[in-house]
């Protein structure tokens, strides 16, 4: 009589890979790379009327330098200035108007006439972090213990065929997830391998609850 088996497998990692527990880093904000996105977001959404009503028109402004020109009716009108050289940035004429562009960069004028953004210039600066020792573990009796409940695949209710991103999930209300998945064998005796390919920097692998193996980078 041929038996069926229901193995769960649980990967315990502070990043992320098959089934596991993920670490993020801190709640603040990811700077300089979230004020500048935020700042191009703005741009857009100052033309997104116009570039959204209207096909752009080609402009050439040097040997690898464009302008694409959103024109409406209205009299509405916006503008991407690109610089597409790698090595050097440079000075091109746009509507009677010069414009420094540097070397693969983007610039957004609204109106045609004003740069509100370009790509290339990072104004927003980096988080400035200080720290103050508030504890310090130094003894035993400081230190405690606790025992994770290992969850089951049966009674879990978020589902997802890929591996979910941890800030939005948990809303950064946690510094951890359990990631767990389930196989089924055809037999008792049938033996498995257990491949992970993102290791994060620590993980543990569960199956059925048993701790079986670890690797830290």
């Given at each position: 009589?041929?038996?069926v088996?229901n193995?769960?497998v649980?990967?315990?990692l502070?990043?992320?890979?098959l089934?596991?527990?993920?670490n993020?880093?801190?709640?603040l904000?990811?700077?300089?790379?979230?004020?500048?996105?935020?700042?191009?977001?703005?741009a857009?959404?100052?033309?997104?009327?116009?570039?959204?009503?209207?096909?752009?028109?080609m402009q050439s402004?040097?040997?690898?330098?464009?302008?694409?020109?959103?024109?409406g009716?209205?009299?509405?009108?916006?503008a991407?200035l690109?610089?597409?050289?790698?090595?050097?940035s440079?000075v091109v004429?746009?509507?009677n108007?010069?414009y420094?562009?540097?070397?693969k960069?983007?610039?957004i004028?609204?109106?045609c006439?004003?740069?509100?953004?370009?790509t290339?210039?990072?104004?927003?600066?980096?988080?400035?972090?200080?720290?103050?020792?508030?504890?310090?573990?130094?003894?035993?009796?400081?230190?405690?213990q606790?025992?994770?409940v290992i969850?089951?695949?049966d009674?879990?209710?978020?589902r997802s065929d890929?591996?979910?991103?941890?800030?939005?999930?948990?809303k950064?209300?946690?510094?951890?997830?359990?990631y767990?998945?389930?196989i089924?064998?055809?037999s008792?005796?049938?033996?498995?391998?257990?491949?992970?390919?993102?290791?994060?920097?620590?993980?543990?692998a569960?199956v059925?609850g048993?701790?079986?193996?670890?690797h830290?980078?």
């Amino acid at each position: 009589m041929s038996m069926v088996r229901n193995t769960q497998v649980l990967l315990v990692l502070p990043v992320v890979s098959l089934a596991l527990i993920e670490n993020s880093t801190t709640g603040l904000i990811r700077q300089p790379k979230w004020g500048h996105l935020k700042e191009l977001h703005e741009a857009v959404k100052l033309c997104s009327e116009t570039i959204l009503s209207v096909f752009p028109s080609m402009q050439s402004l040097g040997e690898q330098q464009e302008a694409y020109v959103f024109s409406g009716d209205s009299g509405a009108c916006a503008a991407f200035l690109v610089n597409m050289d790698n090595t050097k940035s440079v000075v091109v004429q746009f509507q009677n108007s010069s414009y420094e562009l540097p070397r693969k960069s983007i610039s957004i004028l609204p109106d045609c006439k004003t740069v509100a953004f370009n790509t290339a210039k990072v104004s927003t600066q980096f988080n400035t972090r200080i720290t103050i020792p508030a504890i310090k573990f130094d003894a035993a009796e400081k230190w405690e213990q606790f025992e994770e409940v290992i969850p089951q695949f049966d009674a879990t209710t978020l589902r997802s065929d890929v591996l979910l991103e941890h800030m939005n999930t948990t809303k950064d209300v946690s510094d951890y997830l359990w990631y767990t998945s389930s196989i089924q064998q055809d037999s008792m005796e049938q033996q498995s391998t257990l491949s992970v390919k993102s290791l994060g920097h620590v993980l543990h692998a569960f199956v059925n609850g048993e701790h079986v193996g670890k690797h830290f980078t």
